[in-house]
């Protein structure tokens, strides 16, 4: 529970990355994090403003960042490999609404997807990744997609609403 104030005291502060302050408050967060992240590696950046449902089911890997005014919501488990830059204001959502034919959608319940995001991916600003969807190993998600619950090809770049292939590399 104190890890939890902590981090999120620490979490309203600006970090400077290049300056001695930023990297002491970046340390404390990550060091409060991995009490309540499933998991979270200690040179991980997480940086400020970030807003996180159920971090027990987010899974941080080595030098990964989460941008700035990055929204999770894990319901089901997120997993974000190494080497992933996001950038800010990106969307997680692992919950989705249920569509039963002509039953009313608000009596139609939730599912729960998990999200998995491959090493050594960049995804832009104000992506919104939906419940179930699967971004590979080098990708790049151009800012403002939406990607949906589907499984994208290794090193291609994504992007539009929804998200498609735009470019296929290597």
Request: proline share 6%.
């Amino acid at each position: 529970m104190l890890a939890k104030w902590a981090f999120s005291f620490f979490n309203m502060l600006p970090m400077p990355n290049r300056q001695a302050l930023g990297r002491i408050i970046r340390y404390i967060k990550n060091q409060m994090a991995q009490s309540f992240f499933g998991s979270c590696a200690k040179n991980s950046n997480l940086r400020p403003k970030l807003k996180l449902r159920h971090p027990k089911n987010i899974y941080l890997g080595a030098r990964s960042s989460i941008g700035d005014n990055a929204r999770i919501i894990a319901t089901a488990s997120v997993h974000i490999g190494d080497d992933v830059l996001m950038a800010p204001d990106v969307v997680i959502l692992t919950d989705t609404h249920c569509i039963n034919g002509k039953e009313k959608i608000l009596d139609s319940g939730t599912a729960q997807k998990s999200v998995f995001i491959g090493n050594d991916v960049w995804i832009g600003t104000r992506v919104t990744i939906l419940a179930g969807a699967e971004i590979p190993d080098g990708c790049v998600v151009a800012a403002g997609a939406v990607v949906p619950a589907k499984k994208y090809p290794p090193y291609s770049i994504i992007g539009g609403v929804p998200a498609k292939v735009i470019k296929q590399e290597r």
